[in-house]
């Protein structure tokens, strides 16, 4: 299995196993008797195929590096999708020329050729469209009938090309300097050669691609094929090149080229150190000599260029702060147009007096007016003083009974309260004599009943002693017996 097929299977939704049987069939019949179904598979190849360009997985023949940004179609894209079990998509010629004709793909040659954004609606025939109405009527592309052809060549993919441009204006956003807007090829390349990711660079015919792309169709760049030139944050066009671009271009391009050579020269240095040091504990003096003889060569060049680097990066420093400073007199001549035209617009000083002091005119006259006003509308009142402040008297005369009834009323019921908590202490106090002396009354009355029971227990011994004599009847005491036994019972 291809790296192409694999990445297809694994990644696009699209292609489950369910639906790989219809996607590698030859769908073009359901054009007509199934849209939904054919637009769904063209929907899904076309997905598919750019999203596997992007990933620089479309096999190239001969190319150092696979295309981000173009599509080669022929043999060799039908063999890296071929499967065991579905064989190769029998309907590939029919996904590219429906996507030529919504513009999704367009052919590279003529992308690069156009002198019109690919956004622009035109009625002149191209001759890419003359040969696939040709390629059509034969029937080798498109159409439901006869074998289904794939046209061989390279396709741009507009998506990719479109994300491409849109990651690298996102990535301008901040920089807003004159200096830092231009760049020379060489260095734009360096600059966004991962602008999808750092496992896949754009190739040199990718940047060809984005770079029309930019300046022809976003408009968003000025580019003469050597400089690039973004616009200003604050044009809605780019600005002309010019020999000072060109000048900027070449300097930063000749830092950048310092730069790296400076950092080669010191990982030199570093290494044949290491080396001479190798050399003189292998007791090696000739090879140690030699080692030694190119780091001090290394060491004499990194000086001249350090220095060298450092006069360009303070020429560059001053054609920053020249840029600012052009920029900055601009906004102010810009300015002072405008100033001047609102100046026109107001007039001259005495106009302005004149306005003013018509203005002030005009503010005391209504401040008259509304005196006159108030003072007429005070005289129709009409309003006694003395009238006034007679009812104001018996107003406060009233509040003060009101206030005086009102603490009086507060003063009772104070008193009241006062009062009823006197009685209840009073009533408590009573209260708990009436406890005492109802207890004390208790105790006595039990004390009396206590001897009345000890003189009639004495009594009732004294009447068995004498139980051997005769009792006369009626006599006296049969009748302390009956009295004794009526106190027990009243008891």
Not at 236 to 247: A, G, R, V, W, Y
Not at 332 to 355: H, R
Not at 363 to 392: F, K, P, S, W, Y
Not at 463 to 483: A, F, I, W
Request: glycine share 6%; aromatic share 6%; charged share 30%.
């Amino acid at each position: 299995m291809s790296e192409l097929l694999n990445f297809v299977l694994n990644h696009e939704e699209q292609f489950r196993r369910a639906r790989l049987a219809s996607l590698y069939s030859d769908f073009r019949v359901q054009q007509t008797s199934n849209p939904d179904g054919y637009a769904a598979n063209i929907s899904a190849w076309h997905q598919a195929l750019a999203h596997a360009t992007r990933k620089g997985l479309i096999p190239s023949a001969g190319a150092a590096s696979n295309d981000l940004l173009t599509l080669r179609t022929g043999e060799e894209l039908l063999g890296a999708l071929d499967t065991k079990e579905w064989g190769r998509p029998l309907a590939l010629g029919a996904v590219v020329s429906e996507a030529i004709a919504r513009k999704r793909m367009i052919p590279l040659k003529e992308f690069l050729a156009a002198t019109k954004s690919v956004y622009a609606r035109s009625w002149v025939i191209t001759p890419w469209q003359i040969a696939a109405w040709g390629l059509r009527q034969l029937g080798l592309v498109g159409g439901a009938t006869g074998e289904d052809r794939l046209a061989v060549g390279k396709f741009v993919v507009l998506g990719n090309v479109e994300e491409a441009a849109k990651n690298v204006l996102k990535t301008m956003e901040g920089r807003t300097s004159r200096t830092d807007q231009i760049f020379s090829k060489d260095m734009f390349e360096r600059e966004f050669a991962g602008i999808f990711d750092d496992s896949h660079d754009l190739t040199q015919s990718d940047f060809e691609v984005l770079l029309t792309f930019l300046s022809r169709d976003k408009r968003e760049i000025e580019y003469d094929g050597q400089t690039i030139k973004f616009k200003s944050t604050t044009s809605s066009l780019p600005s002309p090149l010019t020999e000072q671009d060109s000048t900027i271009a070449s300097l930063k391009t000749l830092l950048n080229s310092l730069n790296h050579q400076t950092q080669t020269l010191q990982t030199r240095i570093t290494t044949l150190s290491l080396s001479v040091r190798t050399a003189i504990a292998q007791k090696n003096r000739l090879q140690a000599t030699t080692f030694l003889h190119s780091q001090k060569l290394a060491e004499k060049a990194l000086k001249q260029r350090t220095e060298t680097l450092n006069q360009l990066e303070e020429v560059y420093s001053r054609i920053e702060q020249a840029a600012d400073q052009v920029e900055i007199l601009r906004v102010l001549q810009a300015s002072t147009g405008v100033l001047k035209n609102l100046n026109k617009e107001v007039g001259d000083v005495e106009k302005v007096e004149d306005i003013v002091e018509g203005l002030r005119v005009e503010m005391e006259r209504v401040d008259e007016v509304g005196n006159v006003i108030g003072e007429g509308e005070m005289t129709g009142a009409g309003v006694d003083d003395g009238e006034v402040e007679g009812e104001l008297e018996v107003m406060e005369k009233e509040e003060r009974e009101r206030r005086e009834h009102v603490e009086a009323e507060e003063v009772r019921k104070r008193f009241e309260e006062v009062e009823k908590s006197e009685e209840r202490r009073k009533a408590e106090d009573l209260q708990r004599e009436a406890d005492r002396g109802s207890a004390d009354s208790g105790r006595e009355r039990e004390e009396h009943i206590e001897r009345e029971v000890q003189e009639s227990i004495q009594e009732l011994d004294r009447m068995s002693l004498d139980t051997e004599r005769p009792v006369p009847s009626g006599s006296t005491t049969s009748n302390k017996q009956q009295e004794f036994q009526n106190s027990l019972t009243a008891a």
